[in-house]
């Protein structure tokens, strides 16, 4: 499939759940808090694998990934001696576009795939161009000079300083620059997320 262009709200009301696609609160942001269509409000409840395949379709669109790229993700995470969907989950955060938005450099991830698509980013003082690229601790990131005077940037930027960063991440405003301290834990990532249900989906 390409990537959905459409409306956010309408993805944010289907799945129940803030995407994160704006940077204001999804009550905010949407008029209903039921699902989209005539129906919404009295769509009967959903069948277990309708569960599951509502958890991958919200987890997926939320970090801005094509079917083929998330299920690639997936399978390097069922590879390795570790829990699979708390992996999961730390490799999607280690994603470069997604440390960018957490540094608050970008308002969204789609944003901030942007950047780096367009050459806006360096990594340890080399550019990267690749939204894919995991990002290992210790890792800074910072914005090319030519990017520094971007205005979507500095709001950006200014919005995270008052609404705070994630303890995974450090970050020097003034130099527009940044460093992934670490791996984030579980209990620090977001729980409204049951990625229990992704491991059985693909698991069948």
Not at 70 to 98: C, H, I, P, Y
Request: charged share 35%; aromatic share 8%; glycine share 4%.
């Amino acid at each position: 499939m390409a990537r959905y262009i459409g409306p956010t709200c309408v993805l944010s009301r289907r799945y129940g759940k803030d995407l994160e696609f704006k940077t204001r609160p999804i009550e905010s942001k949407c008029k209903k808090d039921t699902r989209p269509g005539q129906h919404g409000a009295t769509r009967k409840r959903e069948t277990t694998h309708g569960l599951q395949l509502t958890e991958k379709q919200a987890l997926k669109f939320k970090y801005c990934l094509l079917e083929r790229q998330f299920r690639k993700l997936f399978k390097e995470a069922a590879r390795r001696k570790a829990a699979t969907g708390v992996l999961l989950l730390q490799m999607l955060e280690s994603r470069l576009d997604n440390v960018v938005f957490r540094m608050g450099f970008a308002a969204t991830r789609k944003e901030a795939r942007q950047l780096v698509s367009h050459k806006a980013i360096f990594v340890n003082g080399s550019c990267v161009n690749v939204p894919s690229y995991q990002v290992q601790p210790t890792d800074v990131i910072s914005i090319r000079e030519r990017a520094r005077e971007q205005v979507r940037i500095l709001d950006a930027l200014k919005q995270a300083e008052d609404r705070g960063w994630v303890d995974w991440v450090q970050v020097d405003a003034k130099k527009l620059s940044g460093e992934f301290k670490r791996v984030p834990d579980r209990d620090e990532l977001p729980s409204d997320i049951n990625e229990q249900l992704v491991v059985e989906l693909y698991s069948k």
